[in-house]
């Protein structure tokens, strides 16, 4: 019983910035893990960017210097600010939720419904 809502995503061209925003909500007992995926066409989802509870992050090498993870616990929403864009981050990008809820009392992992960004002229 946990929603992951998405905002953000659209048209850009390269160089420009966009930040993602993804919202937890329902029976959530706790968030161990936030984090942002990417599908391009053709390829594998790939991890972005994520961060824990304690405030470590990890990025994919192509992004780091670019993108940057951040959270505002108060609101169990999580952030994906997008600099200096380039049209090979075109992907949907999928907001991922580890956590603990009142109906799974162990962690398990969520996914929002994704959102396109695509980088292009």
């Known amino acids: 019983q946990v929603q992951l809502v998405e905002s953000g995503g659209g048209l850009v061209q390269p160089g420009g910035s966009l930040r993602l925003s993804c919202a937890a909500s329902?029976?959530?007992?706790?968030?161990?893990?936030m984090g942002w995926y990417r599908q391009a066409p053709g390829k594998q989802r790939e991890l972005v960017a994520r961060i824990t509870s304690s405030g470590s992050t990890n990025y994919a090498d192509s992004v780091k210097g670019r993108f940057t993870i951040s959270r505002d616990n108060a609101k169990n929403t999580v952030y994906l600010q997008m600099n200096s864009l380039k049209p090979e981050d075109t992907a949907v990008y999928y907001c991922?939720?580890?956590?603990?809820?009142?109906?799974?009392?162990?962690?398990?992992?969520?996914w929002g419904q994704g959102t396109q960004v695509t980088v292009s002229s």
């Open positions: 991922n939720g580890l956590m603990v809820t009142t109906t799974r009392h162990y962690q398990v992992n969520y």
């Open positions: 329902g029976s959530i007992v706790s968030i161990n893990a």
